[in-house]
């Protein structure tokens, strides 16, 4: 991944990387979810996800916003039909 990839550009990436058909990345959205270690034997817990928009560059925006002292972000693949919008 570089900066000039886009959240589509990985998505298709990381489904042909996992063995999935990467003409799928239609119905998955990468997400920015912003949490903090704190559950379970000290599982990360997501506090806030926000869809990353298809043409966004998620390295761009790691870049240029960091969260709060105490909380971490990551991004996730999720399937479309399973984010509540």
Avoid at 38 to 64: C, F, I, K, S, T
Wanted: positive net charge.
């Amino acid at each position: 991944a570089t900066p000039r990839c886009s959240a589509r550009q990985l998505i298709r990436e990381a489904l042909e990387r996992y063995g999935l058909n990467p003409d799928d990345f239609g119905q998955f959205a990468l997400c920015d979810v912003v949490g903090r270690p704190g559950g379970a034997g000290g599982a990360w817990q997501g506090e806030h996800l926000r869809e990353v928009g298809d043409w966004e560059r998620p390295l761009v925006l790691q870049e240029l916003w960091k969260p709060k002292a105490g909380w971490s972000r990551r991004f996730e693949i999720r399937r479309r039909q399973d984010l509540d919008r």
